[in-house]
């Protein structure tokens, strides 16, 4: 089959899409920490791009989407340094597929740096990533995406056993976001409390760069789930739709309960409950009806911002909310893909989920959040528990309360910092003012 050059131009298109969110990401994450920690958590999204965009062409491709090695667990090394990954169709060229899923593992460790943001040591920060992205997202994207994967509902390969699982996961629901928000849960248990968590004011520092950086992450969403189509196709028609339907619906659920429980409508709610309602769409996004997203966005502003809540009374430092953002919304998300998913959007005659007749579907669905979870929060764990006992994660308490822009890397988002500490750039301290000296 030949490449067909309108799926081609549209997956070009979304691959962009998709890599412009990691730096959206970045902005939504910095606004929400104080300004002396904002440099450190955008510098966290963005060297993502860096590290796992180098080990996915090298090596990463090759073990997610390589030809399984049995029992559906993980790929071969057929398509390491991207060997025999040319320009070959059908459909869409073979390379801009393996772009196109790059951009997915590099924004997925990137979200689990809001759960210890202002509090990270940057080499072993590096060193994570890298080890996660290897050790915990290509074995997943493997089971989920690739069609010997042992979770996909597509698998081929005769040595994957028949244990009846069909986890449908258009978009990442499972690989991206319960995977990340696990992972996020895990971190925090590693990395504990900021200094001063819950006895000094830790506001959001920008909410502009917050709600920016919404609108970034909404924009590239739109390449995020409809490209997931891998065409310009009538399925990538209803990703496309169904994410702005989630997305709205989310993000004025959320408003709404913030008005009614602290008496005025937050802005940070509603860009919460925004990427909320499209982190829960993402699994169901080419599998149902615009008026079943738009009960999966109202569901996920719900979810999610009651799971904030409960988070604030546990006083459980997840930084910016990634477990009670992603992981909610994720397993939301992944339950109410078998709730809702139909076979007249996807096509597909076994794509059909609890009120379509397919009750199965929910005990498929809920294996994935199961597996994928702990798989997730075991490795994760051990990763971070390893390297905190040989490197530590964390900065030191000093060196948090001066900020981790100046103690990690030198350098300040602004002209002066809250208290007016005069700083040399590329120092490693800040030099007190006269003033403390008298």
């Known amino acids: 089959m030949e490449v067909d050059s309108g799926s081609t131009a549209w997956m070009l298109a979304a691959s962009a899409m998709v ?48 030809p399984d090695q049995g029992l559906g667990l993980i790929g071969n090394f057929d398509y390491i340094g991207l060997k025999d990954v040319g320009v070959e169709g059908p459909g869409v060229p ?42 915990v997202y290509v074995p997943v994207a493997h089971w989920v995406f690739a069609t010997d994967g042992w979770l996909s509902p597509f698998a081929s390969n005769p040595d994957t056993p028949d244990i009846g699982l069909n986890s449908l996961d258009f978009a990442g629901g499972l690989a991206i976001h319960v995977n990340a928000g696990v992972a996020a849960l895990a971190a925090v248990f590693v990395f504990g409390k ?30 995020f789930n409809a490209g997931s189509a891998v065409g310009a196709t009538g399925q990538a028609v209803y990703a496309f739709t169904n994410t702005n339907v989630a997305a709205a619906a989310a993000a004025l659920t959320w408003a709404l309960l913030s008005w009614q429980h602290n008496g005025k409508p937050s802005v940070v709610g509603a860009a919460a409950g925004a990427v909320a309602g499209l982190v829960a769409v993402t699994p169901a996004s080419g599998y149902v009806q615009p008026m079943e997203a738009l009960a999966i966005g109202i569901g996920a502003g ?68 199961v597996v994928v979870g702990a798989f997730s929060f075991i ?16 900065v030191s308490e000093d060196e948090e309360e001066i900020g981790l822009d100046i103690t990690q890397h ?7 910092d809250e208290g007016g500490i005069p700083f040399e750039p590329g120092a490693i301290l800040p030099a007190p003012p006269a003033i403390y000296n008298d």
């Not at 030198?410 to 002066?416: F, N």
Request: contains cysteine; hydrophobic residues 55%.
């Open 19 to 66: 890599l412009f969110m990691t730096p959206g990401l970045a902005f939504f994450y910095g606004g929400l920490t104080r300004s002396k920690n904002v440099l450190s958590t955008v510098m966290q999204s963005f060297i993502c791009i860096g590290i796992v965009a180098v080990l996915w062409v090298t090596v990463g491709y090759s073990l997610a989407f390589g």
């Open 94 to 135: 073979h390379l801009l597929f393996m772009s196109f899923q790059m951009m997915f593992a590099i924004i997925t460790p990137a979200l689990i740096t809001g759960a210890f943001a202002e509090r990270a040591k940057f080499g072993p920060f590096l060193l994570f990533i890298a080890l996660w992205s290897l050790l």
């Open 194 to 223: 900021r200094k001063g968590y819950g006895t000094e004011p830790m506001e959001p520092h920008d909410i502009t760069m917050v709600v920016l950086g919404t609108g970034i992450l909404w924009f590239g969403w739109f390449g």
């Open 302 to 369: 719900v979810l999610c911002y009651f799971a904030v809540q409960f988070r604030a009374r546990l006083r459980f430092d997840d930084s910016l909310d990634v477990v009670g953002v992603h992981g909610v919304g994720g397993v939301w998300g992944a339950l109410a893909t078998g709730l809702f998913a139909t076979s007249e959007v996807s096509g597909i005659d076994f794509a059909d989920g609890l009120f379509h007749g397919n009750p199965q579907q929910m005990w498929d669905q809920s294996v994935g959040i």
């Open 379 to 394: 490795v994760t764990f051990i990763i971070l528990k390893v390297l905190d006992m040989t490197m530590g994660v964390r």
């Open 410 to 416: 030198g350098e300040r988002a602004y002209m002066s």
